[in-house]
């Protein structure tokens, strides 16, 4: 597995131990997290998340990747982006992506996942790269559609988080349609 991920603005990195105050900026979020299917993580979660995630990162092959967004700007992670779900028979990855809210509207969240969809089809050998996204999240739709992504699914009520079901998008692309 080839890393980092170099983009224009963004470096695309293994996680590391000292990004725990990065990480739990965003992580313990409830604006960031409005979406996820979680709820913002105590301390204690957030240590135990990135403690499986660079743990993880000395599996290989693995059936997840789980990659720092860092600011080259500002040398510090901002994000989380990654392939939640790898299917090495399908050949097909699920992706997704968290921002710092101090680094939304800035074309980041689109920069960070076309970058980890190019090497998805490239180095993993993907043929077919998946996100799933929250009906009401308005940012994330337009960005995974600028992404050239077509909308496949309409889940409803497939996710319960603080106490109500919540419907969700599938949004999909294959390697041929990948510009």
Same mark, same amino acid.
């Given at each position: %597995?080839? #890393? ?22 965003? #992580? ?17 979660? !957030? ?15 693995? #059936? ?16 989380? #982006? ?9 050949? !097909? ?19 960070? $996942? ?24 308005? $940012? ?8 050239? %992504? ?30």
């Amino acid at each position: %597995m080839t #890393t980092p991920i170099v983009t224009e603005r963004l470096l695309l990195r293994p996680f590391r131990l000292d990004d725990e105050a990065a990480v739990h900026a965003y #992580t313990s979020d409830p604006e960031v997290t409005r979406y996820t299917s979680w709820k913002p993580h105590t301390p204690v979660e !957030t240590r135990a998340r990135l403690r499986a995630w660079v743990a993880d990162q000395e599996i290989w092959p693995r #059936t997840s990747i789980h990659l720092a967004i860092e600011s080259r700007a500002h040398r510090t992670a901002i994000g989380w #982006t990654g392939f939640v779900s790898l299917d090495a028979n399908r050949q !097909t990855g699920i992706f997704g992506y968290l921002l710092h809210r101090n680094y939304w509207g800035k074309g980041l969240a689109t920069e960070a $996942a076309n970058a980890l969809i190019h090497w998805g089809f490239k180095q993993l050998n993907l043929h077919r790269v998946v996100a799933e996204c929250d009906v009401e999240n308005a $940012a994330s739709i337009k960005i995974l559609e600028k992404l050239g %992504m077509r909308r496949e699914a309409h889940f409803r009520k497939n996710i319960f988080k603080e106490g109500q079901w919540r419907d969700t998008y599938l949004y999909a692309l294959l390697k041929e349609e990948c510009h």
